[in-house]
């Protein structure tokens, strides 16, 4: 299961190249429904507004406590990189592909010591 955060035009970007992938599950986070929708046209199976639902437990439902294979940040909000640790399942990938206005800090132990994450920037490559 793929998980991208954000639906702006960094995300749609990488929802096509994810579907070339053919994962067996793509899900699109956003806040604004209208991206949201606009994301469904570009392929992603399911969306989901962080405003209006609680994500880590609809990716939680999904996958039986596990988690997602990969979860892609392309909002440059600091929430959504928490959030992401959070539903990366155990030796999962996050990939950090947005451009941030402020710093953002995260707990450390949880990428190595409890989850053992691979962790990769990207910038405007597939």
């Known amino acids: 299961m793929v998980v991208i955060s954000g639906a702006g035009t960094l995300g749609l970007g990488m929802i ?6 053919n ?3 793509l899900i699109v986070l956003d806040m604004q429904d209208g991206r949201l929708e606009k994301a ?6 399911l969306v989901f507004n962080p405003g209006k639902c609680d994500i880590d437990k609809e990716i939680k439902a999904l996958t039986n406590d596990y988690g997602c294979d ?3 940040e392309a909002t440059g909000h600091p929430s959504s990189v928490i959030q992401g640790l959070a539903v990366t399942r155990k030796l999962g ?4 592909f947005s451009v941030f206005g ?12 409890r989850k053992e994450l691979d962790i990769l920037g990207a910038h405007l490559s597939p």
Not at 16 to 21: E, G, L, P, V
């Open 93 to 96: 990938r996050f990939v950090e």
């Open 16 to 21: 096509t190249y994810a579907r070339m992938k």
């Open 40 to 45: 469904k046209e570009f392929g992603a199976d």
């Open 102 to 113: 402020s710093e953002t800090s995260v707990d450390w132990s949880i990428i190595g010591d």
């Open 70 to 72: 990969v979860y892609i």
């Open 23 to 25: 994962p067996k599950l």
